[in-house]
C-alpha cells in the first residue's frame, strides 16, 4: 500500500493553534520507539524472566457443553516439574465468582461465572484444570496425563431457534436463554411506511470473527505473599481496570495491586476484557506462591479469545420519489455465548447497533428491535468498531437498495439525505446526540478524489466488455471520547476520565506520564507532540511512561478510540499548567512580570521581543539544587498532574466516508480489489501519518470481515476452523491501494478538538466492500447481504451453483 500522507496545507480548514508555540501538533513526526521495536527491542510479556518463574496451561473442554463427572490428575502430579494441578473449586478458594451486567441495559442477565468451570463447561475452550510447571514445555507434557469424566450436554448452536419452546436453557436458574432485548420506535414509522414511494428490505448476515493479534492475550504474575501484594505484567488495552477488577475479585487493597503493560502486541478491543484465565493465572500465583506465566497459544487463542459480529439483521428502508428518506426499521438478532464477558457486557455491540443504524441521515422516524441469546459457543463481546461495522452495512446496504429502486445516483441519493453540515448540534432519530460533522464536505472531497464521473463512464465502458466491475460507497459516523454514560452508569468500574502527568527535569527534559497505553497505534507519539508544543520544548526534549499503574495518573486505558480526545487533551491541560509554573519561577528568578515572558524552543523568551533570557536547563538546575538562591516563600512546582472528562455529550462523534472499487470475476466469484479511498473527520489531526496508519489498518481489519474472515462451526458448536491455516485473515497482496484525506472538524468539548480515528475505517470498510460487490452484480440480477462475502456466496446469489 502506498504511504500517502497529507500535510496540514492540504487539508480543507485551517484550524487556529491552541499552543503559542506550534511546530508539532498537525504534522507528521516519527513516533517514538519505532527504531527500538523494528530492531526487535520490545519488550512483551512472554521476553519478561522472573526470578523461580512457573508456567501455566489449561485443559480446556474439547465440546461445547458438557457436566463435569470427575477429574483425575494424580499422573499428571507425579511428571516432572509440576508445582501444582488446580481444577475450579480450588481457583473458587481464592477467586470470587462474577456477573457481567450493566444496570443501564435494563433486564439484562447473564450466570455467574467462575474462573475455571465447576460443574459445567459451557463452550469449546471453556477453561477446566491449570497445570503448573517448572517450564511450559514440563506443563503442556502434564496436561497429556490429565483425565476428565465429562457427560455431554446438548449445544445450543443455532441463534434463530435459542428462544425456541424445544431447545434447552443453558443456565435454568434464568429461565430462557434470552440475554438482553430492547426495542426503539418513533411515534410515526407506520405512516412513514405507508406513504412511501419505496419500500425496499433485506435480511443481513454477518459471521463471527476474532482479533487476530500479533501478541496472543499474556500475563505474568507475581504474588508477594509477604508484602501481599500483587504485580501483573499484562498485555492489556485497561490497566487500572485490572487492577480494580483484580482487587475486588480476590479481596485486596487496590493499592496493593499494581498492573504493568509494557510493549503491547496489538489490541483491537480483545485485550480490553477480564477473561477467566486472566483470573485463574492470578489464583495459581497465589497458590504456588510464585511467579506465574500463562500465554495464549495460536491454536486455544481461536476458541478463548472473544469473538464477535454474529448478527442477523432483517432491516427496511422508506423513500420518497424525490429520494428523501422517510423510516428505518430493523430487527437485530445476535448470538454472544454462554456468558456475558465481564466487565464490559456482550450486550454492548448489539445496543450499539440500534443506536446507530441510520446514524448520518435525517429521517424522523425509526423502529429497532435487538435479542441478545445465549449460546455454546465463545463468547461475544466488544471488537474494533463495537456495533459500527454492523449498523453501517445494514444501513448503507439499505440506502444503496433505495437509490437503485428510485433510479438515483447513490452519491447523489447520499448527498440529499446526511445531515447538513449547518444543522449542528443534531439528534439522530434513535436519540444520539451528534455535537459536530461534516458530511457533506467528506462527500464533495470523495467525489474529487475519485473522479466520480470517469470512474463511472469506466465502468460502463468495462460492462460492456463483459468486464464487471462496482463502485460502492459508506457514510459513516463513530462514537468515540466517551464520558461516564457509556460505563459509569451502568455500574461498571471503567474511567471515563484519564490524567497525564508532566514534570520538568533538572536538564530541561520533559517526562510525560499518561493513563492511555501504548498498543502500536502511535499513542506515544501524538502524546509527545502535544506536550512538546504545550510546554514548548523541543521534540526530542520529550520522554513518554505509559502502561504502570503504579506511576500514571488513572485512566480509562485505550478502547473506544478515546486516546487523542481524552489522554491527548489531559497531556495539553498539563503541559499548560508546566508551562505556567515554569514562567513564575523565570519571573522570581529573572525578577521579571511573568505575563511579560514566554517558553519557546527550551528557552524562557522575552514574549515581545523572543530574545532568549534563561535556558529550561538553568531554570531547573536552579529549582532543583540551588533551591537556596530562591525567595524563601516561593516554591517551585515543575510536576503537575492534570485530568480530563468529556462531559458535554454522551460521545463525541467523528465521521467520514469511504468508496470501495472492486472487480467480480463471475465465473470464479472471487472478488478483486482495485482501490480504496476514505475521507475522515476525526477532529483536529495530531499527526497526520498516524491517522493514515490508523485509517488503513483499520480498512484492511473491516475488509477482513467482508470477504475472509469467519469463525466456522458444526452443529454440536465445535469450531472447525480454529488455526491459521483455515482462518483467513488479510494479507498485503490482496489489499488494495488505499488513498487517505482528511476534513478537520474539532469537537468543542475540548481545547484541543480531536476526536478518534481508530475504529471509523473498520465501521465504513465492509459496506463499502459489499455494496462495490453489489453494484458490479447490479446488471446481473444478483445481490449479497451475507458476509463474508465469499466466492461461493457470489456464485449461488448468480445462480451458478445451488
Not at 734 to 751: F, Y
Request: glycine share 8%; aromatic share 6%; net charge negative.
Amino acid at each position: 500500500m502506498s504511504e500517502i500522507v497529507e500535510q496540514p496545507e492540504q487539508r480543507e480548514v485551517a484550524l487556529a493553534p491552541v499552543t503559542q508555540d506550534p511546530r508539532y501538533i498537525g504534522t507528521t513526526r516519527e513516533r517514538p520507539g519505532v527504531r527500538r521495536l523494528v530492531q526487535g527491542q520490545g519488550v512483551y510479556v512472554d521476553d519478561i524472566e522472573l526470578p523461580r518463574m512457573a508456567h501455566a496451561v489449561f485443559w480446556r473442554s474439547p465440546v461445547a457443553h458438557c457436566r463435569i463427572l470427575g477429574i483425575h490428575a494424580d499422573a499428571a502430579r507425579r511428571m516432572p516439574g509440576v508445582i501444582l494441578v488446580a481444577d475450579g473449586r480450588d481457583i473458587a478458594t481464592v477467586c470470587k465468582p462474577w456477573v457481567a451486567t450493566l444496570a443501564h441495559l435494563a433486564g439484562m442477565k447473564s450466570a455467574p461465572q467462575y474462573p475455571l468451570a465447576i460443574e459445567r463447561a459451557c463452550w469449546q475452550g471453556e477453561a477446566v484444570v491449570a497445570v503448573v510447571a517448572e517450564t511450559r514445555e514440563q506443563a503442556e507434557d502434564a496436561l497429556q496425563h490429565v483425565q476428565v469424566d465429562y457427560e455431554p450436554l446438548p449445544p445450543v448452536v443455532d441463534m434463530e431457534t435459542a428462544l425456541a419452546a424445544g431447545t434447552p436453557v443453558i443456565h435454568p436458574e434464568l429461565g430462557d436463554n434470552l440475554c438482553f432485548t430492547r426495542t426503539l420506535a418513533t411515534a410515526a414509522v407506520d405512516e412513514a411506511f405507508a406513504r412511501a414511494d419505496a419500500v425496499v428490505e433485506a435480511t443481513f448476515e454477518f459471521g463471527r470473527h476474532t482479533g487476530v493479534t500479533l501478541e496472543p492475550r499474556s500475563q505474568l504474575v507475581d504474588w508477594n505473599a509477604a508484602e501481599q501484594r500483587l504485580t501483573v505484567y499484562h498485555s492489556c488495552q485497561a490497566p487500572h481496570m485490572m487492577q480494580d477488577l483484580y482487587a475486588r475479585q480476590f479481596d485486596l487493597p487496590e493499592s496493593s495491586v499494581r498492573v504493568i503493560c509494557k510493549d503491547v502486541g496489538g489490541s483491537f478491543g480483545i485485550k480490553v476484557h477480564a477473561y477467566p484465565d486472566d483470573f485463574a493465572t492470578v489464583a495459581l500465583a497465589m497458590l504456588c506462591r510464585r511467579p506465574v506465566k500463562f500465554v495464549a497459544d495460536r491454536i486455544e487463542s481461536f476458541t478463548s479469545d472473544i469473538h464477535a459480529r454474529h448478527h442477523r439483521v432483517k432491516g427496511r428502508i422508506a423513500a420518497s420519489r424525490e429520494g428523501a428518506i422517510l423510516a428505518f426499521e430493523i430487527d437485530d438478532l445476535t448470538g454472544i455465548g454462554p456468558y456475558s464477558m465481564f466487565p464490559r457486557t456482550s450486550a454492548i455491540e448489539g445496543n450499539q447497533v440500534v443506536n446507530l443504524v441510520g446514524g448520518p441521515y435525517r429521517h424522523q422516524q425509526y423502529r429497532a428491535r435487538v435479542d441478545v441469546v445465549f449460546q455454546n459457543k465463545t463468547p461475544t463481546c466488544q471488537y474494533r468498531g463495537v456495533g459500527h461495522p454492523i449498523a453501517c452495512s445494514v444501513t448503507e446496504g439499505l440506502v444503496d437498495l433505495a437509490a437503485r429502486q428510485l433510479r438515483i445516483d447513490p452519491l447523489e441519493f447520499r448527498r440529499r439525505n446526511v445531515i447538513p453540515d449547518d444543522a449542528y448540534p443534531a439528534t439522530g432519530a434513535s436519540g444520539i446526540r451528534l455535537e459536530v460533522l461534516s458530511h457533506e464536505a467528506c462527500l464533495r472531497r470523495i467525489e474529487e478524489m475519485i473522479d466520480y464521473g470517469a470512474l463511472r463512464a469506466e465502468q460502463a465502458r468495462l460492462r460492456a466488455q463483459g468486464i464487471h466491475r462496482g463502485i460502492g460507497f459508506a457514510t459513516v459516523i463513530e462514537l468515540t471520547n466517551p464520558s461516564a454514560a457509556f460505563y459509569g452508569v451502568g455500574g461498571a468500574r471503567i474511567a471515563s476520565q484519564d490524567g497525564a502527568t508532566l514534570r520538568l527535569d533538572p536538564s530541561g527534559a520533559v517526562v510525560a506520564l499518561v493513563g492511555v497505553g501504548e498498543q502500536g497505534q502511535g499513542a506515544e507519539g501524538i502524546f509527545r507532540q502535544i506536550a512538546a508544543d504545550a510546554v514548548g520544548v523541543d521534540l526530542e526534549r520529550v520522554r513518554v511512561v505509559t502502561g504502570d499503574t503504579e506511576v500514571t495518573p488513572y485512566g480509562g486505558g485505550t478502547w473506544a478510540s478515546r486516546g487523542a480526545g481524552i489522554a491527548g487533551e489531559a497531556v495539553l491541560l498539563a503541559g499548560q499548567a508546566l508551562r505556567a509554573n515554569i514562567l513564575k519561577l523565570a519571573a522570581v528568578m529573572l525578577q521579571r512580570d511573568a505575563a511579560m515572558l514566554a517558553v519557546r524552543r527550551g528557552q524562557v523568551v522575552d514574549a515581545a521581543t523572543q530574545e532568549p533570557l534563561l535556558p529550561l536547563a538553568e531554570l531547573g538546575r536552579v529549582a532543583y539544587y540551588r533551591s537556596d538562591t530562591l525567595p524563601r516563600d516561593f516554591t517551585p512546582e515543575l510536576m503537575v498532574t492534570r485530568h480530563y472528562a468529556q462531559r458535554d455529550y454522551p460521545f463525541i462523534f467523528t465521521n467520514g466516508v469511504q468508496v470501495s472499487f472492486v472487480e467480480v470475476d463471475t465465473d470464479t466469484g472471487f472478488v478483486r480489489l482495485l482501490k480504496h479511498w476514505v475521507v475522515e473527520d476525526c477532529g483536529r489531526v495530531i499527526n497526520p501519518q498516524l491517522v493514515d496508519e490508523q485509517m488503513r489498518g483499520a480498512i484492511v481489519q473491516g475488509i477482513g470481515g467482508a470477504l475472509l474472515e469467519e469463525c466456522l462451526y458444526d452443529d454440536q458448536g465445535l469450531m472447525l476452523n480454529a488455526n491459521l491455516a483455515e482462518y483467513l485473515v488479510p494479507m498485503c497482496a490482496e489489499m488494495p491501494d488505499i488513498e487517505v484525506a482528511h476534513v478537520q472538524t474539532p469537537t468543542r468539548s475540548s481545547q484541543l478538538g480531536a476526536k478518534g480515528a481508530g475504529e471509523a475505517g473498520t465501521a465504513g470498510a465492509p459496506a463499502a466492500v459489499m455494496n462495490a460487490i453489489n453494484d458490479a452484480l447490479a446488471p446481473l440480477g444478483a445481490q449479497v447481504w451475507s458476509q463474508p462475502i465469499t466466492p461461493e456466496k457470489i456464485l449461488r446469489a448468480l445462480g451458478t451453483v445451488i
